[in-house]
Every structure is written in C-alpha cells, then in structure tokens.
C-alpha cells in the first residue's frame, strides 16, 4: 500500500483499514513530523474513524530511525532537500553532519553548472557577432554604399570585433575557474563518497 503523506490526506480505505503502524512509518521514513498525525485525524473523523496515536508513534519512531541515518542526510543534502529537524538526540548529529556535506557537494556542482552556463551564453553571442560582422563584411564590398555609410559600416564592425574579443577573453577566464572549481568538485566527490554507502 503507497500511503501518501505531506499536505495530502489518508483515503477513506486507508483510515478503515487502521493499519496506523504502517501510516506512521511511512510518514517518518520520508521525514514527515509526527504532527502529520493531525492531518489523518481530520481525513479519517470524515469517516467516523479516530487514529491510534501511540501506534501511529510506534511506525513514526521506526520510520525516523531509517529517515535519520547518514546516508539520507548526505543523499537530502546533495539534492538540496531542506533540513528536517525531527531526528532524535543520538541521531541528530551524524545526520546534520551528512547532510552539511551533501549541500557542500551541491554547492560546488551548482557552482560548475554556473560556469558552463556562462560558457555556453558567451559563445552563443560570439556566434551572433560572428554573423553581423560577416553580413558589415558583406555590406562594406558592396558597390553601392556611399563613403558616409562605409565609415559608419569600418566603426560597426570595429565594435563587433571589440565586443567579440572582451567575450573571448572572458570565457577564458572563465574556463580557468572552471578547472579551480570542477578541481574542487572532484575533490569533495571523494573526500565524501563514505557518506554516500
């Protein structure tokens, strides 16, 4: 049975069902607070049906047992889940730790999926100016431009040759911090790849 838990509420079948071990496991293993509990109360009185709270606990405790371990936190962390604090007091710490170096390693892979972007955005304009400059190019051996236009048409494409060099120069730049911080990445990579197991 996929129980849902979050802002939705139990089925009809779920609360007739009564399985509330079940419930509260699923809600603590996903990392849910027991106040969950409240949100099944007010979808099974619906039906007449009031939950068992201290088997919904039992299930829940269980639940967060599996929720807390190093792994999860690592594995939250990693894909920018947010922290939850309903770990208990001999888990909290090792959890907290591993989720820190989950959002490290976030972190850093955002910081190189920045860089890539930025690369891939000055390129693109590099090819656009590459364009205009063929088609200044073009214009400027035509025959029938007047010398005032092919004065304006030799300054156009001296701009376009500028903007073209800052951009190259950029995305030179922007490569060696790409290095720097794809470096960095890798490392965390496998300083923290114990976390993951």
Known sequence: VVLVSGCATLSESQCVAGDWQTVGYSDGVNGTASSQLLQHQ???????????RD?????????VEQYCQPGNGFNVGKQCGG??????????????????DGRLLYNAQSEVDRINRQIRQKQS????????????????ISDDVSSETRL?????????AE?????????????VELVEKTRHLNQLRNNLAYVAH
Do not use: F
């Open 42 to 52: 007010n979808a099974c009185m619906k039906h007449g049906i009031a939950p068992d």
């Open 55 to 63: 088997t919904y606990l039992l299930g829940w405790n269980e639940g």
């Open 83 to 100: 922290y939850s604090s309903i770990c208990p007091a001999h888990l909290k710490d090792a959890y907290y730790t591993a989720y820190q």
């Open 125 to 140: 304009r590099i090819e656009h100016i590459q364009e205009d400059m063929s088609k200044t190019e073009a214009q400027l």
């Open 152 to 160: 304006e048409l030799l300054l156009e494409s001296k701009s376009l």
């Open 163 to 175: 903007k073209q060099g800052e951009l190259k120069a950029d995305i030179v730049q922007l490569k």
